[in-house]
């Protein structure tokens, strides 16, 4: 859910993580016909719905994005302000940062789908009888899989997530097939935001660079977990690891571009800036754990894959 400026991002590190050809495109709108022989009531951890939900409110863009995968779409009524994908989803301005039971109550929604519990949100909904399901950040893809098939199971289109779950669990094999065997890793960082904070591979976002085969520096930043996996990086520690590779999911929101990143003091020398190996990122796709994650996988393969081995 975290279109974030690096400033918000860093306030809300104790309960954020990071953060496809086919699974990216809009699913059908048309009910399946694994849709119309779901039956009711289905039941998914401590919810149970009674009846297929119409009035579907997501308050975090991750959920947006596999609800429409999955061809829940049309049952979603209400978007948050940060949903920006697809374009027809129905962006509103309610805020997932700063939820608010009564503005979600008059969308009259009969579930709700969040990706944390501010505010104590879940139990204000809870006293005015809304459903709410939780989609917490993922740290695995297993995660990211697991509430895929568990929104289809609450929305009637098992069949469907399952589908695209398949899916991106075989693009993602096939990407990582392809990849060139090396006899030594190759180094990255991955940029949150021009305060250098970025993500170890304990993160969601950084379990996809290692499948990419990928070294990250920024481990030995937080070895003792007291950053949550999201370490503070110095301009000197960066220089001094000299990564292969600089990945900015702050291009958009920032404006960091390999230009900004070789104009920083002492960065011109780094291997990557040298051997243009600075890749902009979609800053969405890469804070989202979404089907969305397998066109993250591609670029950063992609880019992997120029390197000779």
Same mark, same amino acid.
């Given at each position: ?37 779901a ?36 049952q979603?009524?209400?978007v ?19 939820? =608010? ?6 969308? =009259? ?5 969040l990706?944390?519990?501010? =505010? ?51 693009d ?20 949150l ?5 970025s ?6 976002i ?6 990419a085969?990928?070294? =990250? ?49 002492g960065?011109?020398g ?27 996988l ?12």
């Amino acid at each position: 859910m975290f279109r974030r400026t690096p400033r918000l991002f860093a306030a809300t590190l104790a309960v954020a993580a990071l953060a496809l050809g086919a699974c990216a495109e809009k699913a059908d709108d048309k009910p399946s016909a694994g849709t119309a022989a779901a039956t009711y009531p289905v039941t998914v951890g401590a919810l149970t719905l009674d009846k297929r939900p119409e009035k579907i409110v997501a308050l975090s863009p991750t959920a947006t994005e596999m609800l429409f995968a999955i061809g829940a779409g049309p049952q979603v009524t209400a978007v948050d302000d940060q949903s920006n994908y697809p374009a027809d989803a129905p962006k509103t301005d309610l805020s997932a940062f700063q939820p =608010n039971a009564e503005a979600i109550a008059g969308r =009259n929604p009969d579930l709700v789908v969040l990706s944390d519990d501010r =505010n104590k949100i879940v139990e204000q909904l809870g006293k005015l009888k809304i459903p709410v399901y939780l989609t917490p950040a993922a740290t695995t893809l297993d995660d990211s899989y697991r509430q895929i098939t568990e929104l289809g199971t609450l929305t009637g289109h098992a069949d469907q997530a399952a589908d695209v779950a398949t899916r991106m669990k075989d693009d993602i094999a096939k990407l990582v097939k392809d990849l060139p065997q090396r006899a030594e890793k190759l180094t990255y960082f991955h940029e949150l935001g021009p305060e250098l904070y970025s993500a170890t591979s304990k993160t969601f976002i950084g379990s996809l660079y290692s499948q990419a085969g990928l070294t =990250n520096i920024a481990d030995p930043a937080d070895a003792d977990g007291k950053s949550a996996g999201y370490p503070q990086l110095s301009q000197e520690f960066i220089v001094k690891a000299d990564p292969d590779f600089v990945f900015l999911a702050d291009a958009k929101c920032c404006q960091q571009s390999a230009d900004t990143v070789k104009a920083r003091s002492g960065w011109a020398g780094l291997t990557a800036v040298k051997n243009n190996q600075v890749i902009a990122l979609d800053d969405d796709i890469a804070s989202r754990w979404g089907p969305r994650v397998v066109d993250l996988l591609r670029v950063i393969i992609d880019a992997v894959a120029k390197v000779p081995a």
